[in-house]
């Protein structure tokens, strides 16, 4: 499976930004997927997974309440819908699969990783 993020870009405070991540591959739907993100000088964090079937979904703290995720296993892409955006939000964002979506916050089992996409969010 190669993932495929895309949809950064460079947004004011207050606005909306869209990601998207495609695979390649039919096992798509399989598998469980989640969004992290890296700011400049610090550590991979976790920001939403969403199980195989679309039914649970999980997000971290600091994006929880502004941030939908969404998955469209016909078109083998997961979405990161995130609203209110604010500077701190500024990172380059990673799609993943693999694992389970409620351990994802923890990256285990995670079994591939997409290049990724970079937000920044101007005040």
């Known amino acids: 499976v190669q993932l495929q993020a895309s949809g950064g870009g460079l947004v004011q405070a207050g606005g909306s930004l869209r990601l998207s991540c495609t695979a390649s591959?039919?096992?798509?739907?399989?598998?469980?997927m989640g969004w992290f993100r890296q700011a400049p000088g610090k550590e991979r964090e976790f920001v939403s997974a969403i199980n195989w079937f679309g039914v649970s979904t999980y997000y971290g703290d600091s994006v929880k309440g502004r941030s939908t995720i969404s998955r469209d296993n016909t078109r083998n892409t997961v979405y990161l819908q995130m609203n209110s955006l604010k500077p701190e939000d500024t990172a380059v964002y990673y799609c993943?699969?693999?694992?389970?979506?409620?351990?994802?916050?923890?990256?285990?089992?995670?079994?591939?990783w997409g290049k990724g996409t970079l937000v920044t969010v101007s005040s």
């Open positions: 591959g039919r096992t798509f739907s399989r598998y469980d």
């Open positions: 993943a699969a693999g694992g389970s979506a409620i351990t994802m916050p923890t990256m285990s089992g995670i079994d591939y």
